[in-house]
């Protein structure tokens, strides 16, 4: 499983970003997507995430400003981010989670797998 980010960069406070995600391996419409980042010295912090079966949270601090969003045929995950704040400031990690059973009969079980992409920066300036 691979996740590709993309479509981070520098603007101005107030303004907008669509950021990418582009998977391969796993359908995005049978896993969970989300979108995470990380400011400097800060600890990765969920920003928001789509359930398999379509079902959203957000992160209050982006709640009416962020929306994630996915596109089946494509196999892309999106999340268009309005109002952006100098606090929006972070490093934007796409995640995927899945659960697989794995075996056979009784001794079948489920198995959780759990993969990141490689970060995109997001600069918002003031």
């Known amino acids: 499983v691979q996740l590709q980010a993309s479509g981070g960069g520098l603007v101005q406070a107030g303004g907008s970003l669509s950021l990418s995600c582009a998977a391969s391996g796993r359908t995005v419409s049978t896993s969970d997507m989300g979108w995470y980042r990380q400011a400097p010295g800060k600890q990765r912090e969920l920003v928001a995430i789509m359930k398999s079966g379509g079902d959203t949270n957000y992160a209050e601090s982006v709640k009416g400003r962020f929306t994630i969003s996915r596109d089946n045929a494509k196999n892309i995950v999106y999340m268009q981010m309005n109002g952006l704040k100098p606090e929006d400031t972070a490093i934007y990690y796409c995640?995927?989670?899945?659960?697989?059973?794995?075996?056979?009969?009784?001794?079948?079980?489920?198995?959780?797998?759990?993969?990141w992409g490689q970060g995109t920066l997001v600069t918002v300036s003031s």
């Open positions: 995640n995927i989670q899945f659960e697989v059973v794995e075996g056979e009969g009784w001794n079948s079980r489920p198995r959780k797998y759990n993969y």
